[in-house]
């Protein structure tokens, strides 16, 4: 019963870089278990991540 593969709780298979989707080369970076295809998507979710939190603490802190 729950062995069915309509059930199963499993992620997809990555496919690609969660930034750009694309296709992953020789190095897979990772940041926060997100993986990333190059060293530029790395910083540009990073940075992405830093504006999310400033912006938000901006509207907990009123």
Excluded at 29 to 53: G, H, I, N, Q, V
Aim: hydrophobic letters at 25%.
């Amino acid at each position: 019963m729950c062995d069915s593969p309509e059930h199963s709780e499993r992620r997809p298979e990555t496919k690609g870089c969660a930034v750009c989707t694309a296709k992953f080369g020789l190095i897979r970076y990772y940041s926060w278990r997100t993986p990333l295809c190059s060293r530029k998507c790395l910083d540009r979710f990073r940075a992405r991540r830093e504006r999310d939190r400033r912006w938000l603490f901006r509207y907990q802190a009123a």
